[in-house]
T-cell receptor, first 115, second 115 residues
């Protein structure tokens, strides 16, 4: 079955280190998204991509970067991890176009702790 | 910018009873999509129901239905015959029909089912 996976599921790192969170989907979806979830804020968009070589900033993009070299993967990099980036990170993907096809489906999440 | 508000941080209901979760949103657009996602303790984000703003008919999915009031910018979720497995965080989300396909989430409502 097609799916969207994230790795690792849990990560502990230290302030200042570079961290990369992986997201892989097998639906061949054009659109991929990264969100973070914090108490009291719901989910907020970090970065998104509409296809290979396309990346865009979301509302909380500072300190994060993404690259899209193929359809299946959108890795999220924290250039220099900060304690404020301790959060649960979700990757999502969707098809392009109107209707039910463009519904976003989410990965299982990665819990990141920055000490 | 669009905003989504869930004014009930927590709700509880007796098993087999009906519960309604509230959601309001703010937008100047006329065409958009609204969603309810469920997040059980596993953290997985699961799509519950979807509504397209141009459709006047309220969406239904088995025991889940919505009351979409476009003029009032209200989008409530009704869960009938509540089951223990319905216990979760529920998030309301908005998506524009144009431009970026990002989801804007509310803060969430934690639903408890009492046996």
């Amino acid at each position: 079955d097609a799916e969207i996976t994230q790795s690792p599921r849990h990560k502990i790192t230290e302030t200042g280190r570079q961290v990369t969170l992986a997201c892989h989907q097998t639906w061949n979806h054009n659109n991929m998204f990264w969100y973070r979830q914090d108490l009291g804020h719901g989910l907020r968009l970090i970065h998104y991509s509409y296809g290979v070589q396309d990346t865009n900033k979301g509302e909380v993009s500072d300190g994060y970067s993404v690259s899209r070299s193929n359809t299946e993967d959108l890795p999220l990099t924290l250039e220099s991890a900060a304690s404020s980036q301790t959060s649960v990170y979700f990757c999502a993907s969707s098809e392009s176009g109107r209707g039910v096809k463009d519904t976003q489906y989410f990965g299982p999440g990665t819990r990141l702790t920055v000490l | 910018a669009q905003t989504v508000t869930q004014s009930q941080p927590e709700m509880s209901v007796q098993e087999a009873e009906t519960v309604t979760l509230s959601c309001t949103y703010d937008t100047s657009e006329s065409d958009y999509y609204l969603f309810w996602y469920k997040q059980p303790p596993s953290r997985q984000m699961i799509l519950v129901i979807r509504q397209e703003a141009y459709k006047q008919q309220n969406a239904t999915e088995n025991r889940f239905s919505v009351n979409f009031q476009k003029a009032a910018k209200s989008f409530s979720l009704k869960i009938s015959d509540s089951q223990l497995g319905d216990a979760a965080m529920y998030f309301c989300a908005y998506r524009s029909s144009q431009g970026a396909q990002k989801l804007v989430f509310g803060q969430g409502t934690r639903l408890t089912i009492n046996p």
